[in-house]
């Protein structure tokens, strides 16, 4: 008895001090979709806002721009023909790369406000890969080789192959790449060599990958680890000196014949 009476005063208490349960929920705070299906996107709040509550819709893309999808009740102009706001929920009707991001549900009334934020991803298989690769290194240089995909969602990691071998991004954990000395990022696609060696001559080309869809690879090609070509400079300098040469003594000989002014 005691104990219900402490409680119904503490409830008392809280509600004169304005405490109440002003809440705003999402039942999938991570939504993922594939490419030209619909979605939607959970919002609920609770009854403390009131019956005219103000919802509405942000959008922020994966580079941080930020925009209205649903603004004082109605879609914005961009949205106008593909999404729906039924209740507090918003559907949008066919998804597309651009849609990939983060949506604040936020809700206001009774001068209270929440939100809700949720991370749609949609899934959009990897394209071909653009990859950049040296055809020719001196021994001991640096070798950068690139793969880059722009299509894929969510962004797809990369695998480099040599000779169809793929290359493990840790090269000292296999003790048939312990030779060769490399740095491999599977985010951003890069393969460098600090100091290309004879071993790292190949054929090389690169796959993007993804949970969407089959993994993609590029074109490829060759790069070959070559020595420094020695005896061509020396060849070049020594041809180079004998027309330089033959340049004075034509100057020489000119103004020796009176071809040339003596001034």
């Given at each position: 008895m005691l104990i219900t009476k402490y409680k119904n005063c503490c409830i008392s208490m809280l509600l004169c001090a304005g405490v109440t349960g002003f809440t705003v929920t999402t039942k999938n705070a991570a939504v993922q979709v594939k490419e030209n299906e619909g979605v939607d996107l959970s919002c609920d709040y609770s009854a403390d806002f009131g019956a005219n509550a103000r919802v509405e819709w942000k959008f922020k893309d994966r580079k941080g721009s930020q925009t209205?999808?649903?603004?004082?009740?109605?879609?914005?102009?961009?949205?106008?023909?593909?999404?729906?706001?039924?209740?507090?929920?918003?559907?949008?009707?066919?998804?597309?790369?651009?849609?990939?991001?983060?949506?604040?549900?936020?809700?206001?009334?009774?001068q209270q406000y929440g939100e809700a934020k949720v991370t749609l991803t949609v899934l959009v298989p990897p394209g071909i890969p653009l990859c950049r690769i040296p055809s020719s290194v001196t021994t001991g240089n640096k070798a950068v080789l690139t793969c880059h995909d722009?299509?894929?969602?969510?962004?797809?990691?990369?695998?480099?192959?040599?000779?169809?071998?793929?290359?493990?991004t840790d090269p000292s954990t296999i003790a048939a790449f312990k030779n060769t000395?490399?740095?491999?990022?599977?985010?951003?696609?890069?393969?460098?060599?600090?100091?290309?060696?004879?071993?790292?001559?190949?054929?090389?080309?690169?796959?993007?990958?993804?949970?969407?869809g089959p993994p993609q690879r590029c074109k490829g090609g060759?790069?070959?680890?070559?020595?420094?070509?020695?005896?061509?400079?020396?060849?070049?300098?020594?041809?180079?000196?004998?027309?330089?040469?033959?340049?004075?003594f034509g100057i020489w000989y000119a103004y020796k014949k009176g071809y040339l002014p003596s001034k």
């Open positions: 209205y999808v649903i603004f004082d009740g109605k879609p914005t102009d961009p949205y106008r023909d593909r999404v729906t706001l039924f209740r507090s929920n918003l559907r949008i009707n066919k998804v597309t790369s651009k849609d990939n991001g983060f949506y604040d549900c936020e809700v206001s009334g009774n722009s299509v894929g969602s969510p962004p797809p990691t990369y695998k480099w192959y040599r000779n169809a071998v793929p290359l493990p000395s490399y740095t491999l990022n599977s985010v951003t696609g890069k393969l460098e060599f600090l100091r290309a060696g004879k071993l790292d001559t190949g054929s090389y080309y690169c796959e993007a990958v993804n949970s969407a060759k790069m070959e680890v070559r020595d420094l070509n020695t005896g061509g400079i020396v060849a070049g300098v020594i041809v180079f000196l004998l027309l330089l040469g033959l340049l004075a």
